[in-house]
């Protein structure tokens, strides 16, 4: 929601709300009159945008609690203005955000606008930072069907604060899942990548962590259940054990592939699975893809033929991968998010 210098409007919803000021300083300003006999201004400062809203302070203070002590606090021990009209100085708050909240509390339903992704990311940012987060109860579920629950895997993570406001259970979960799977690191491995671009600035307390912890248990894994196999080829005093007929010529073909893949995939010698910079999908369909080659003879024992097939340990590390992705990923919600999630669908009036 961005409003244009010296504009008169919002949208052709507001034009007769709007009347042009003289700016203080650089910023732009405007007026919305929401109460045309309204005893408070709230002065909105975002960027390089000033807007003033003339409200009832009886409709602002019933909006939460921190807006509801501001204007106890004017009427009995603010200072004295020369105006009988309060002020009150929002700072850094979307001011298209404001509105929609201001027209909510005066019961002007008629003129709210529409919203795309981006202005339910501002409004988001906005009840939260003042625990408003009920009055959009009756509404947001429309404006999220017509948002979020179009928005695309990536829109969705950059906007993931929406779903955090707004108690989407489920949907949190299955992107903390998708953030766990698909995330990369960036080369000094202290960044958080997702389709190469960094994780959102405002995701919730703890998460980023719990999904950088998680990524790391799943790629330490996945990397365990493979060298565990490269190990067998360097055992002090021990005989290589893959072959079935124990065949040197095939021991060695399994050991020298096996762990010339896992060079290449700077999987061996052993490091740590902080440092693996590719994702969990990533790695684990090039852990399914190793190329590991075995004697292409056929040995014969009592009559019987054999295929060295057979020793080749490639089929049971894909299943083990296949395993570890599937069911050993752990979710990226702790106690603490599952708190808050459920306290958020409640003050909505959503179902637990």
């Not at 005066?106 to 939260?128: C, G, I, P, Y």
């Not at 990536?154 to 992107?175: C, M, P, V």
């Not at 998010?337 to 959503?350: A, E, I, K, P």
Request: charged residues 20%; hydrophobic residues 40%; proline residues 4%.
């Amino acid at each position: 929601m961005d409003l244009q210098e010296n504009s008169s409007a919002k949208s052709s919803d507001h034009t007769s709300a709007m009347d042009e000021i003289e700016p203080e300083s650089t910023l732009a300003a405007c007026v919305v009159t929401i109460h045309p006999a309204g005893d408070a201004i709230i002065i909105a400062k975002s960027d390089d945008i000033k807007a003033h809203f003339i409200v009832s302070s009886q409709a602002f203070a019933l909006v939460c609690e921190p807006w509801n002590a501001m204007v106890k606090y004017r009427a009995t021990m603010g200072e004295q203005k020369s105006t009988h009209q309060m002020e009150f100085t929002l700072e850094d708050d979307d001011w298209g955000a404001l509105e929609v909240v201001l027209r909510i509390a005066h019961l002007q339903f008629n003129k709210l606008s529409e919203l795309d992704l981006e202005d339910v990311l501002d409004l988001a940012l906005l009840t939260d930072k003042y625990q408003a987060t009920a009055i959009v109860g009756p509404w947001i579920s429309g404006w999220l069907e017509k948002t979020w629950k179009k928005a695309s895997i990536e829109d969705r993570i950059q906007n993931f604060w929406i779903a955090w406001e707004y108690g989407l259970l489920e949907d949190l979960k299955d992107l903390g899942r998708t953030m766990i799977m698909g995330t990369e690191l960036n080369e000094d491995c202290t960044t958080l990548l997702f389709n190469r671009k960094p994780l959102p600035e405002n995701l919730p307390p703890g998460l980023a962590k719990s999904i950088f912890d998680s990524r790391a248990h799943v790629i330490a894994q996945l990397t365990q259940a493979v060298r565990n196999y490269a190990l067998q080829c360097f055992r002090p005093g021990k005989n290589i054990s893959f072959c079935l007929m124990n065949i040197n010529a095939c021991d060695m073909a399994i050991c020298g592939s096996l762990v010339r893949g896992l060079q290449d995939l700077n999987l061996y010698p052993p490091e740590s699975a902080h440092r693996v910079t590719r994702s969990v999908l990533g790695l684990s369909a090039a852990l399914k893809n190793l190329r590991i080659f075995n004697s292409e003879e056929t040995s014969s024992s009592g009559g019987y033929k054999f295929s060295h097939d057979a020793c080749n340990p490639k089929n049971t590390i894909r299943e083990r991968v296949t395993a570890i992705v599937t069911s050993e990923v752990p979710s990226a919600l702790m106690m603490p998010h599952l708190t808050h999630l459920q306290r958020q669908r409640s003050l909505l009036g959503l179902p637990k």
